[in-house]
DNA sequence: TCAAAAGTGTTGGAAGTACACCCATGT
DNA sequence: ACATGGGTGTACTTCCAACACTTTTGA
């Protein structure tokens, strides 16, 4: 970073790959995600994801949620930078750079999207052409979603804060459209110290009441090694209980 | 990225950090980087990552390649994007926002580089305090080789083409800083399917001559999901063989 | 009492770990 | 011959997948 780069005509931008579970045709969850409609040059009238520059006074990850909540009026449980797209070719006209997060978000937080003309939810799988280098942007959320899937804890941020083990078991067969079976995926829940009973069952369901679960605290979701502090899981905001610094940006 | 981002302000650059395996005080092989001391303010005089900006017809790696070559004049074997920052206070004048690559070279490579008073290799585990965030930068990309070396087959990007298993398990441990069991890791990497023998042994060790290997064609080193075509190890530079399309960057 | 989901127990195989032991070479 | 690293064999453990089986509820 020696010289002063003057960098014209670059143009730096944050997007975000916004994953939801929701019931998909055959009434099954699966994964799920906004696109907001173009409403100018290029690809106008084209979905792509939801977007914008990154302001002078705002870190990156900042720029990402302002956004989100500005276009889609979302507030992600989970947010991390997934990559940054630079090639020359990817607008037509002029030269963008952008760095792009990918996001987990709650059901109920879901429902609550504007669902305009110009937003809609769209099957992870089944994406029309979107606009620029979108399509391939998705694929690589995706994978890194389902990758993550397997070795770290983040199937909470599609919950909220107690679940029974059906339905984490359930996030995780959505994400990765497999089915898995309920007494090895109990016993490694529980080996891994990631969540614990919180003593309550749940009623009036047609069968035997499940336990609850909730995530134990102290443990860490995603490891990004040092830069695990960038890695902000949204405290469960009950009504009642004050948010405990919800972003500290310190660097370990 | 609906709005034509003016991002007036914000400065684009590409830095790189360079991983080299160098034997250390005790003789021993270890990580090493090369670092640029700073010739402007601000950090005048400090040690930072080799980077500069981007220019308007490049993309992002292409960047950081022409980069490292001009500054270092060294070509990786091994080349991928580590992370974005664009913290508002990194820089303390100006609004600077940094896409790090991480690099691998070989040893021969690594003592190609011209050690003039400003550019100059350290052990990547005691450095001094750097410019910027770099430190924090290359904690985190240090964090990724080893997290990357347990699961990913990228050791060999610091061997030549042919190398012994015993060097190949040098490389670990060295990355990895604890002892492996030579029995063991050779039965890993030979099931593996990731390497296959040339036939050849290495003559005139003072002990039973080992065999040498080579890397199989056609195994993946390092799955990056829809992005793999963008990793690209350099084809082995025989001075006899030409070289076979070294960057493709076509998405897929 | 029956269906269905919750939850427990048991088994077999794959993969990792530790370590004993043989092989081939230069000195 | 012997020291040393190259290479093989083997027992032990740990983890994971499969699946039989018991428990608890509503209907």
Chains 1, 2 share one sequence.
């Not at 010289?3 to 730096?12: D, E, K, Q, S, T």
């Not at 959505?174 to 069952?201: C, H, W, Y």
């Not at 040092?226 to 469960?236: E, K, N």
Request: glycine share 6%; proline share 8%.
């Amino acid at each position: 970073m020696p010289a002063a780069a003057a960098a014209a005509g670059i143009c730096l931008a944050v997007s975000t790959v916004i994953f939801a579970l929701r019931p998909n045709a055959a009434g099954e969850p699966s994964v799920w995600l906004p696109l907001v409609r173009r409403i100018r040059e290029p690809f106008l009238d084209r979905w792509a994801l939801p977007g914008g520059p990154v302001a002078l006074s705002e870190s990156l990850e900042a720029s990402a949620r302002r956004n989100l909540l500005e276009t889609t009026s979302l507030q992600p449980t989970y947010l991390e930078q997934l990559y940054a797209f630079g090639d020359v070719d990817r607008s037509p006209d002029s030269r963008f750079v952008s760095i792009v997060y990918w996001a987990l978000v709650r059901p109920e937080e879901a429902e609550r999207v504007s669902l305009g003309e110009n937003v809609r939810w769209f099957p992870a799988d089944e994406l029309p052409d979107l606009a620029f280098d979108h399509n391939l942007i998705v694929e690589y959320a995706l994978w890194r979603l389902r990758t993550k899937m397997e070795y770290s804890r983040i199937a909470h941020a599609f919950l909220g804060e107690q679940f029974t083990l059906a339905e984490l078991r359930g996030v995780h067969e959505a994400v990765l459209r497999k089915p898995l079976d309920p007494a090895n995926f109990r016993r490694q829940m529980e080996s891994s110290g990631a969540i614990e009973p919180t003593g309550d069952v749940v009623v009036g369901g047609r069968h035997r009441p499940p336990k609850l679960y909730r995530y134990a605290g102290g443990v860490e979701l995603a490891d990004a090694g040092p830069l695990t502090a960038r890695v902000v899981v949204a405290a469960a905001q009950h009504p009642s209980t004050p948010i405990a610094a919800p972003t500290q940006e310190d660097h370990r």
